[in-house]
């Protein structure tokens, strides 16, 4: 059984970083993501990295937000700096159980998804 398990939101204020963590069990992805929502928004695409480290960013987080994974430990990072208040999200991993390196920025490619953590940034 495939479960993603993220970790490490939480309430900070603008300019400080937090560092999410993603660990899946079940099986091992060739590319995994983040995705975030708002409320009344639409889910979006944050970052995907491919498992020979291969990376894709939204354009309004690159700079600040750095994603990485540990393969042997089957787990997906995502480092995030200099926050701002647009960020305030509930944070989602997913994985994309296509075998192929070629990283995907849309939901609906994605198989597989955490339950979500918060991320609050106060002005």
């Known amino acids: 059984q495939v479960q993603l398990v993220e970790s490490g939101g939480g309430l900070v204020q603008a300019g400080a970083s937090l560092r999410l963590s993603c660990a899946a069990s079940?099986?091992?992805?060739?590319?995994m993501g983040w995705f975030r929502q708002a409320p009344g928004k639409e889910r979006e695409f944050v970052a995907a990295?491919?498992?020979?480290?291969?990376?894709s960013y939204k354009n309004s987080v690159k700079g600040r937000f750095t994603i990485s994974r540990d393969n042997a430990k089957n787990t997906v990072y995502l480092q995030m700096n200099n926050l701002k208040p647009e960020d305030t999200a509930v944070y989602y991993c997913?994985?994309?159980?296509?075998?192929?390196?070629?990283?995907?920025?849309?939901?609906?490619?994605?198989?597989?998804w955490g339950q979500g953590t918060q991320v609050t940034v106060s002005s």
């Open positions: 997913a994985a994309d159980r296509s075998a192929t390196n070629v990283l995907r920025t849309g939901r609906y490619d994605y198989d597989y």
């Open positions: 079940g099986r091992t992805f060739y590319n």
């Open positions: 990295i491919s498992w020979s480290g291969g990376r």
